[in-house]
Each structure stands twice: as structure tokens, then as C-alpha cells.
């Protein structure tokens, strides 16, 4: 299982923890320094069955400086994916990705659903 992650944010600090005092075993990989492609995007939004803008980082400020708020409503789905493999910090987090299921966001009541907690 992959873990997508920056290790600055909180809710990613209490994602990792959950994950560990679960004994969930993942490869981290930090979404700053090795953002995700044009192809990993397009392949976990079609696998997790989310609208496009769940994997917004909406709060960041990469986000608002770039005014996609106003951008995303007349872009295609591809110009989104290019602009989320643009930059790491762009991609909502965090984020797991596995062979069953693509979760987006820190919820911990759905993480403990989906791995039995």
C-alpha cells in the first residue's frame, strides 16, 4: 500500500500514527518532494469513484495562488490532471492508495472501515 503524505501537516502526522498504532504497513512517499504523474492522477480518480476536485488540496496556498477556484469549473478533466502532477503540494493529502481502493483525506472513521478497526 502506498502512502502519500507531507510530513509538515498534522492531519497527515495523525494519519501516519493511526496507520502505525494499527500495525498497516504502507510505503510512504512524501508528495512534496516526489509529487504524483499525469498517470498515477487520472488512474486513482477513475479507481476510487470521486469527483475530480476531492483531490484538491482547496486550503492550500498553491491553490488559492493560483486561483483554481475560479479555473477548475472551465478546465477538462486532462488540465486538471496536469495540474495536479504540476505540483505536489496541489494534491490533497493524504492519501492511500492500494489494489482494493484510492482514499483521499484523513477520515477516521473510513480509514478504520476499510481496514477493520
Not at 510530513?7 to 497527515?12: E, S, Y
Not at 486550503?59 to 496536469?82: A, F, H, I, R
Not at 504540476?86 to 473510513?110: A, N, T, Y
Request: a positive charge; one cysteine or more; hydrophobic letters at 35%.
Amino acid at each position: 500500500m502506498l502512502f502519500l503524505w507531507y510530513p509538515k501537516c498534522t492531519t497527515c502526522q495523525k494519519a501516519k500514527k493511526w496507520l502505525d498504532d494499527n500495525q498497516v504497513s504502507y510505503e510512504a512517499r512524501d508528495i512534496k518532494t516526489d509529487n504524483p504523474t499525469f498517470e498515477e492522477i487520472k488512474e486513482w480518480h477513475n479507481r476510487s469513484g470521486l469527483p475530480l476536485k476531492r483531490f484538491f488540496n482547496t486550503s492550500g496556498l498553491v491553490y488559492k495562488e493560483k486561483e483554481l477556484k475560479d479555473k477548475l469549473p472551465g478546465m477538462t478533466e486532462e488540465e486538471q490532471y496536469k495540474i495536479l502532477a504540476s505540483d505536489g503540494m496541489l494534491v490533497k493529502r493524504p492519501l492511500i492508495v492500494d489494489e482494493k481502493k484510492v482514499l483521499v483525506g484523513f477520515k477516521q472513521e473510513e480509514w478504520a472501515a476499510f481496514y477493520g478497526k
